[in-house]
């Protein structure tokens, strides 16, 4: 086929999960409790169907097979996540060597397939004992994460040289104490401030341990969902919400995690509206001196917003909503599945962005996707035809490679996800893969758009 969109040589072509998305074996391998397994057990009726986070896609029986699938679609990377419950049951002390094992099998049988390990340490999945503490609330918990991520680094950092710390960070900030769509269901914005200033410190901690081992071509950096906050209108107003969401909801940990410190207006709204967290001394240092080698992006719709059209209520509490409204532009491209609109120029947005405002880091899209719900729909001959998500791709990636070849420093890409697998509270309602996977069976097929990422990772373009 001939390649009108050529990528740069070694580009990254692979794709993305989460532990507690995948692995299941929640009650097996000596694995504790994190705050899913506690949630579900809580509340199940609060999870799409009532399907919890016991097996999910069953990767931890089934990661030879999958890694089998991941090369014969071409796939040169993949991003896994360790999850810290399992490694470290009750997140202190002892280590798990079942987990241990089950890592190392996974990492050694992705490198025999000439597949690249990036390894993430935190994806929204706290041991339930550090959450009973406070979780992100709690000084004790950024200590104990540190002490996660050494062992990580000394156990499997002689394979694995791409680390992250963390998975959108801003998500359990978000979830779990401002909107309530994540366990611990708290509504207050200066604890949310809180857990997300102590998941920066956590951060740094975390990027100076690791800079003590000597991992070989080792770079360490944070996975950031960079959602642009696009203006209604270039009224003063507009520009003002936009520029408030953009420091609230991007800033927020790109600041700090790249250039090493936090946007003085941010800071400066804070504490005018008394939600300013509790910090140390020595923590504006060591967040100074622990910026990222490498800088994933997640992007999968914009954020539309413009001026407040009422006053908030004096008597609810503090959120960031009391400076933007929410947007719906008028013949916007929609997901109608998961009611997100499609703009594949916003990858394009980020990536200039990071060129022009953040010394132009080195990055690569760690997440891009298209959940669609009830795919066997379009099930034509045994597979799943899912022309929609391949266009989806393609935009995207014209998109990214117009921003390669205007300079940005972007490695890579990454889909949202190799095969369905288990979303939080949605389950498996919306499915993201590149293989299906049946929820009883747990059998894998390939979808169409299998088989033309296959030829883009072949060609390295399309």
């Avoid at 040589?9 to 794709?15: L, N």
């Avoid at 506690?38 to 097979?65: A, I």
Wanted: charged residues 25%; without cysteine; aromatic residues 14%.
């Amino acid at each position: 086929m001939s390649v009108q969109y050529k990528f740069p040589e070694g580009f990254w072509w692979g794709s993305a999960t989460s532990a507690t998305q995948i692995e299941g074996a929640a009650n097996e391998g000596g694995k504790g409790r994190n705050i899913w397994d506690e949630w579900y057990e809580q509340e199940s009726n609060r999870f799409f169907e009532g399907v919890g986070p016991q097996t999910t896609s069953d990767f931890y029986h089934r990661y030879k097979e999958d890694v089998q699938l991941m090369k014969q679609i071409g796939h040169n990377t993949f991003r896994l996540s360790i999850s810290w419950s399992r490694l470290i049951p009750g997140g202190r002390g002892e280590v798990n060597q079942e987990a241990v094992t089950f890592y190392n099998n996974v990492i050694d049988e992705l490198i025999a397939n000439d597949i690249e390990p990036f390894v993430n340490l935190y994806h929204f999945d706290m041991p339930l004992e550090l959450q009973n503490e406070g979780g992100w609330e709690s000084r004790d918990v950024v200590e104990a994460y540190a002490e996660y991520a050494k062992h990580a680094f000394r156990l499997f950092g002689d394979r694995v040289s791409k680390w992250f710390t963390f998975n959108e960070p801003i998500v359990p900030v978000e979830g779990g104490y401002l909107y309530d769509f994540h366990y611990p269901n708290v509504v207050d914005a200066k604890r949310a401030a809180q857990v997300a200033y102590h998941t920066m410190v956590a951060h740094a901690k975390a990027v100076e341990a690791f800079r003590t081992f000597d991992i070989k071509e080792g770079k360490i950096g944070i996975i950031l969902n960079l959602t642009p906050s696009y203006p209604r209108s270039q009224n003063p107003a507009d520009l003002r919400a936009s520029r408030i969401a953009d420091l609230f909801f991007n800033r927020s940990f790109l600041d700090p995690s790249v250039l090493g410190e936090y946007p003085q207006e941010l800071i400066d709204i804070l504490e005018e509206h008394g939600q300013l967290p509790v910090t140390e001394p020595g923590d504006k240092q060591l967040i100074k001196n622990n910026t990222v080698d490498l800088l994933g992006v997640n992007y999968y719709q914009p954020r539309r917003v413009k001026a407040k059209e009422t006053l908030p209520n004096p008597y609810g509490p503090f959120m960031p909503e009391w400076f933007f409204d929410h947007y719906e532009m008028p013949g916007r491209k929609m997901n109608k599945y998961r009611g997100w609109e499609i703009y594949e120029k916003g990858i394009y947005d980020i990536m200039m962005n990071l060129k022009e405002n953040y010394g132009n880091i080195e990055s690569f899209i760690s997440e891009n996707g298209m959940g669609v719900q009830d795919e066997e729909r379009f099930i034509e001959n045994g597979q799943i035809q899912d022309d929609y998500r391949i266009e989806f791709i393609k935009g995207h990636l014209e998109w990214l490679h117009k921003a390669i070849e205007e300079g940005a420093n972007t490695k890579g890409y990454h889909l949202w996800s190799f095969m369905d697998n288990w979303s939080w509270m949605n389950a498996y309602k919306n499915r993201y893969g590149f293989f299906s996977v049946d929820i009883e069976t747990k059998e894998r097929t390939p979808k169409k758009s299998a088989e033309w990422i296959k030829q883009v990772a072949e060609n390295n373009g399309f």
